[in-house]
């Protein structure tokens, strides 16, 4: 099995990329009319949750039963969306006024990249080229 540690790799790498495009285009996102604070932790807590369940799915995955691995997979996908649909909730009722939907867009899109980077990570997961 591949190392946890080089797993990992590509999310902590989208976490900083995220972070450094924010930190250097803020006033340009400011102009766009984005909360750059949203995006920050949105970032943030999507990172957390991917690596939530990456150990999740990782810890599944030393299981013999191949439906153990499989339902992991599932209830990291129901934690991601909920704990996404509560974010959005959460920033709604706090925010009133000074919703930001921009912010809320990009943020989705941030999810669907986390994604991207988890279904890559979840494929090498395993080590195995045929199984």
Known sequence: MISASRLMLPYLILFII???????AWQS?????????????ANGIIFLLSLFVFFIQR????NS?????????MTGMLIKMFSCVL??????LSSGNS?????????????LVYLGVEVYSTTNLNGKRNG
């Open 99 to 111: 919703f930001n939907k921009k912010a809320v867009f990009f943020s989705m899109l941030l999810y």
């Open 87 to 92: 974010m959005v909730l959460v920033y709604t």
């Open 29 to 41: 996102l400011v102009r766009f009319g984005l909360n750059n604070y949203v995006l920050l932790g």
């Open 65 to 73: 039963n191949p439906n153990v691995f499989i339902r992991s997979i």
């Open 59 to 62: 810890q599944a995955l030393k």
């Open 18 to 24: 995220i972070n450094l495009i924010v930190f250097l």
